[in-house]
């Protein structure tokens, strides 16, 4: 009841007083980086949250408000809020508890191998004719919500395997290609979003996901990618598409449910990392800037950001840093190749070839002649996936399409992927 105020107290506070910034920032690590012991420790805090109810209490808000966030724009900034909140409990046991970020793209090939999902970290597939999750640390598990049951996963493949997720190189270019949120939401709902959740299966493929710890790993990760397209474009007060209630305000509410309420604290005061409660920042994204950057208006009346100190903007969704000089090179070089890619990587297109790029030899060939670590193509979003967001059919298979044209045109050139 005392952090609800506090929450209801911070909400009416950045509306007498303007933005509030943090004056204490923590950093979400990737997971790939994660030790054993930083996995034991983040059990030991997940079972104290799991005794105390707090698992079936977000999975039941997740649950009634699930058709006002997906396929709307409040999609973005209820999941970051909503993930903030989860951590914010954990830190109350543990002040250095931190949610890490999953990158799906770095294991997309064969998500089953991914070391996340070994038996010392979030654990493997279900067993079982329930598909009953007997390792990682949450192994063993019963959830209350929504009945009595053992924490579940099915991997999609069906046969202990996972069918494709999506790669590093289609976010890289929805990051550079989408100039507004509502497409850039769209590409990545349709997309990364729906394909993770589809993989594991079991609770994580309901409309109660959040009783797998998955889920806020995923959504770190998700919301790390919205913060890397909103510095990229320039934007980060950028809110348009549906809402709720007709066409999307910054003065939107964000959807809560009285399980897990935020104060009815509007959208415009989550927009900035740094700022009104947003004390984290990421390892593999842009800062938060040091001061609260001033609001404009382009020449269509959208809101665009006045940028502010010496924030490093990168054009890839990878977060393997160390290679996102080389994907933009070897992708500048292919558009001289296949110049249907200019679309795709618009902000690549205007630059020109980098020092890697002209030092560096071509890609290296196999032995068949063929080029090494040729893209594969994401798996399709499941029917019953998208009856339940309440998606249109049409637009889906659009971007999947979208999809196996890039990686088909990427395939055809010198392109080799450094992830």
Same mark, same amino acid.
């Given at each position: 009841?005392?952090?609800?105020?506090?929450?209801?107290?911070?909400?009416?506070?950045?509306?007498?007083?303007?933005?509030?910034?943090?004056?204490?920032?923590?950093?979400?690590?990737?997971?790939?980086?994660?030790?054993?012991?930083?996995?034991?420790?983040?059990?030991?805090?997940?079972?104290?949250?799991?005794?105390?109810?707090?698992?079936?209490?977000?999975?039941?808000?997740?649950?009634?408000? !699930?058709? %006002?966030? =997906?396929?709307? +724009?409040?999609? *973005?900034?209820?999941?970051?809020?909503?993930? $903030?909140?989860?951590?914010?409990?954990?830190?109350?046991?543990?002040?250095?508890?931190?949610?890490?970020?999953?990158?799906?793209?770095?294991?997309?090939?064969?998500?089953?191998?991914?070391?996340?999902?070994?038996?010392?970290?979030?654990?493997?597939?279900?067993?079982?004719?329930?598909?009953?999750?007997?390792?990682?640390?949450?192994?063993?598990?019963?959830?209350? !919500?929504? %009945?009595? =049951?053992?924490? +579940?996963?099915? *991997?999609?493949?069906?046969?202990?395997?996972? $069918?494709?997720?999506?790669?590093?190189?289609?976010?890289?270019?929805?990051?550079?290609?989408?100039?507004?949120?509502?497409?850039?939401?769209?590409?990545?709902?349709?997309?990364?979003?729906?394909?993770?959740?589809?993989?594991?299966?079991?609770?994580?493929?309901?409309?109660?996901?959040?009783?797998?710890?998955?889920?806020?790993?995923?959504?770190?990760?998700?919301?790390?990618?919205?913060?890397?397209?909103?510095?990229?474009?320039?934007?980060?007060?950028?809110?348009?598409?549906?809402?709720?209630?007709?066409?999307?305000?910054?003065?939107?509410?964000?959807?809560?449910?009285?399980?897990?309420?935020?104060?009815?604290?509007?959208?415009?005061?989550?927009?900035?990392?740094?700022?009104?409660?947003?004390?984290?920042?990421?390892?593999?994204?842009?800062?938060?800037?040091?001061?609260?950057?001033?609001?404009?208006?382009?020449?269509?009346?959208?809101?665009?950001?006045?940028?502010?100190?010496?924030?490093?903007?990168?054009?890839?969704?990878?977060?393997?840093?160390?290679?996102?000089?080389?994907?933009?090179?070897?992708?500048?070089?292919?558009?001289?190749?296949?110049?249907?890619?200019?679309?795709?990587?618009?902000?690549?297109?205007?630059?020109?070839?980098?020092?890697?790029?002209?030092?560096?030899?071509?890609?290296?060939?196999?032995?068949?002649?063929?080029?090494?670590?040729?893209?594969?193509?994401?798996?399709?979003?499941?029917?019953?996936?998208?009856?339940?967001?309440?998606?249109?059919?049409?637009?889906?298979?659009?971007?999947?399409?979208?999809?196996?044209?890039?990686?088909?045109?990427?395939?055809?050139?010198?392109?080799?992927?450094?992830?």
């Amino acid at each position: 009841m005392a952090f609800k105020l506090l929450v209801i107290a911070l909400a009416s506070l950045v509306a007498a007083q303007g933005p509030v910034q943090c004056d204490d920032m923590r950093v979400r690590r990737s997971a790939h980086s994660l030790t054993d012991s930083d996995w034991q420790t983040m059990q030991t805090v997940l079972s104290k949250l799991h005794l105390d109810g707090q698992f079936g209490r977000f999975a039941r808000t997740h649950d009634a408000v !699930f058709d %006002n966030v =997906h396929g709307h +724009s409040a999609f *973005f900034p209820f999941h970051r809020r909503f993930v $903030l909140e989860f951590e914010n409990l954990g830190r109350q046991i543990d002040p250095s508890f931190t949610i890490p970020y999953w990158d799906t793209t770095r294991d997309y090939r064969t998500p089953e191998s991914s070391p996340i999902l070994r038996s010392a970290a979030l654990g493997g597939n279900g067993e079982g004719p329930q598909g009953c999750l007997q390792s990682g640390i949450q192994g063993n598990w019963t959830l209350g !919500f929504p %009945n009595r =049951h053992c924490l +579940s996963r099915r *991997f999609s493949g069906g046969d202990g395997s996972i $069918l494709p997720w999506v790669p590093a190189e289609l976010i890289s270019s929805f990051i550079q290609r989408d100039d507004q949120l509502s497409d850039f939401r769209e590409h990545i709902e349709f997309s990364i979003h729906g394909a993770t959740h589809i993989g594991l299966g079991g609770d994580a493929g309901t409309r109660y996901a959040p009783n797998d710890f998955f889920f806020y790993m995923h959504h770190a990760n998700i919301d790390r990618l919205w913060w890397q397209w909103q510095n990229s474009q320039s934007r980060l007060f950028e809110y348009n598409g549906p809402g709720t209630h007709g066409e999307a305000q910054l003065s939107d509410i964000i959807p809560e449910d009285r399980a897990v309420s935020f104060g009815s604290q509007a959208v415009g005061s989550v927009m900035v990392l740094g700022f009104n409660g947003m004390c984290y920042f990421y390892d593999s994204a842009p800062n938060a800037p040091s001061r609260y950057p001033g609001a404009s208006s382009d020449d269509n009346g959208r809101m665009k950001i006045t940028p502010v100190g010496n924030t490093t903007v990168s054009f890839s969704g990878s977060s393997n840093t160390a290679s996102h000089e080389l994907e933009m090179a070897r992708i500048h070089r292919a558009l001289g190749e296949q110049a249907e890619l200019r679309e795709f990587f618009p902000k690549v297109a205007l630059l020109g070839p980098s020092r890697m790029e002209i030092n560096s030899p071509s890609p290296p060939k196999d032995k068949c002649g063929g080029y090494k670590k040729a893209l594969v193509y994401p798996a399709r979003m499941k029917e019953d996936w998208v009856k339940m967001h309440g998606f249109v059919p049409e637009r889906v298979e659009k971007v999947y399409r979208d999809a196996c044209r890039l990686i088909d045109l990427l395939n055809n050139s010198t392109y080799v992927s450094p992830y």
